[in-house]
């Protein structure tokens, strides 16, 4: 449960709980709006709410026909968002633990699934190649909206409140902008396997099946940095940016979760998930600095410790 030796000036990270979710493969864990909870997505088609801090399982959801893919809380933590291989996104009631809606429209796996800002609207990517946004409010089962930009399977998702951010395994991301109803296109060269915008909203992450995450300026698309030396093998590995835009990081194959400083992009935290399994699932807490990491049936909470 200890970490990696680094540079001194560098805040450490210490593993303050190690999880045993007993759901089969964790497909994804996700903090929720204030980081208060977190959710762990199953190979066993069932979602799971936690508070990682006490090693505590609040509530199991089952619903799911097949493994649970994503999963994403309300602004006000009263429901849940859920999608998976069975090509349905379920929205649950937090404290009954009952499925109120179960949105059918997509022809395969659904890989991804987020609220918008107010919590009134859901979109889902998936397999086929489409993202399709729903009314949370509406007894309606079609979606309102179907963009088919996509050539590949929609890999990422991220909705901010007036941006939508896709990655695909077409090479490309997409930016929608709600507001003038218009879409930005990059192209990145390689499969996009996660995507995500800076906290800062100037910039767009990129991780690929290449092994290299890339700084993107989210206006130009100019390239603004490369960050390798993980390897992520045939797996998909989410990266993400930590709470003060210091860092990008990433899951590995060697177990490790990688932290490269934003500029310098070089190399400061390696953190060994444990077991030492691909850490395919990560998600960085959004006001302190804390991450999960997913790798196998286990999540690894993690928490910054003044250095000695």
């Given at each position: 449960m200890s970490v990696n030796v680094m540079a001194k000036e560098e805040i450490c990270y210490?593993?303050?709980?190690v999880i045993d979710c007993k759901q089969g493969a964790i497909r994804a864990v996700r903090f929720n709006?204030?980081?208060?909870?977190?959710?762990?997505c199953g190979s066993d088609k069932k979602l799971k709410l936690w508070n990682p801090y006490e090693a505590t399982l609040l509530k199991t959801y089952g619903g799911h026909g097949n493994e649970v893919l994503d999963a994403c809380s309300s602004c006000d933590n009263s429901q849940i968002l859920s999608c998976g291989a069975d090509k349905t996104v379920i929205a649950w009631d937090v404290s009954t633990g009952a499925a109120v809606r179960r949105l059918r429209g997509h022809a395969s796996h659904v890989l991804c699934v987020r609220y918008n800002e107010e919590s009134t609207f859901a979109l889902s990517g998936s397999r086929d190649n489409t993202v399709?946004?729903?009314?949370i409010r509406s007894r309606s089962q079609d979606p309102v909206q179907v963009l088919r930009d996509a050539k590949d399977s929609i890999t990422s998702l991220q909705v901010t409140d007036h941006e939508i951010l896709t990655g695909s395994l077409d090479c490309w991301i997409r930016r929608y902008d709600i507001r003038t109803g218009q879409v930005f296109s990059d192209f990145v060269g390689e499969p996009v396997m996660s995507c995500c915008f800076t906290r800062d909203a100037q910039c767009t992450v990129v991780a690929s099946t290449d092994s290299v995450i890339r700084l993107l300026d989210k206006d130009s698309g100019e390239l603004l940095g490369e960050y390798s030396g993980h390897q992520t093998g045939d797996y998909v590995m989410e990266c993400g940016v930590d709470q003060s835009d210091r860092h990008v990081v990433s899951g590995a194959v060697d177990g490790s979760v990688w932290w490269w400083e934003l500029v310098q992009a070089k190399v400061t935290h390696r953190l060994a998930h444990t077991p030492c399994r691909p850490v395919t699932s990560l998600s960085v807490h959004p006001t302190q600095p804390r991450l999960l990491s997913a790798a196998a049936n286990t999540i690894n909470l993690w928490s910054a410790t003044e250095p000695d």
């Open positions: 210490k593993a303050l709980q709006v204030d980081g208060s909870y977190c959710l762990t399709m946004g729903w009314d």
